[in-house]
């Protein structure tokens, strides 16, 4: 399950740099026509915060996969095994409970839109269930990646398998980012 988690999370993140590219292309064209031409594309603002938030929320589930999430070691890295790893799975916990949380108020926001028909109040008029949609299934699938990664590290946890469960859940040192980056290189030539 791990596997699919892991394969699914980047192609949603290809998905989101792809639009992220896009979106940076139709603004250089939009800055660029506006420079030279004194002809604004309409909407180039609005798609790109819709872009924005869309890529947030698709992009989270490879970063905790990655392992590229923020967290703070002063006391973790002192710590016992299998207390890392307890916190470790605490630490996703807290951030499914946050997730979810996320995900349920803008599940509710959708669900609003989509009865009242909302559109942005803009001249492009969008329907507001069409970014929001996007963006309500990447918490979804974040607090799904979410679960995935917590039952992985406890299956490790249980089976005392502690190198597994600091490779799926556990925070990456500066000795093992540069390693990781050191291969990168190496496998890039």
Same mark, same amino acid.
């Given at each position: 399950m791990y596997y699919f988690a892991e394969r699914f999370s980047t192609l949603m993140a290809r998905i989101a740099g792809f639009a992220v590219l896009l979106t940076a292309l139709v603004i250089a064209v939009e800055v660029t026509a506006r420079k030279l031409f004194h002809v604004s594309l309409v909407g180039a603002d609005e798609i790109s915060g819709y872009v924005l938030a869309i890529t947030v929320t698709w992009g989270a589930s490879l970063a905790l996969i990655r392992r590229a999430h923020v967290r703070i070691d002063v006391v973790q890295?002192? *710590?016992p095994r299998f207390f890392r790893v307890a916190l470790d799975i605490l630490a996703l916990l807290s951030l499914l409970s946050v997730? *979810? *949380?996320f995900a349920w108020y803008a599940t509710r926001l959708l669900h609003t839109n989509i009865r009242t028909g909302a559109v942005s109040n803009t001249q492009m008029e969008v329907p507001m269930w069409i970014p929001q949609s996007l963006w309500v299934a990447g918490f979804w699938i974040f607090a799904a990646i979410i679960v995935i990664v917590a039952l992985s590290t406890l299956h490790a946890m249980v089976a005392r398998d502690?190198? &597994?469960a600091h490779h799926v859940a556990g925070m990456r040192g500066a000795l093992e980012e540069s390693s990781d980056e050191t291969a990168?290189? &190496?496998a890039r030539r």
């Open positions: 890295a002192h *710590l997730t *979810l *949380l502690f190198g &597994r990168e290189a &190496r």
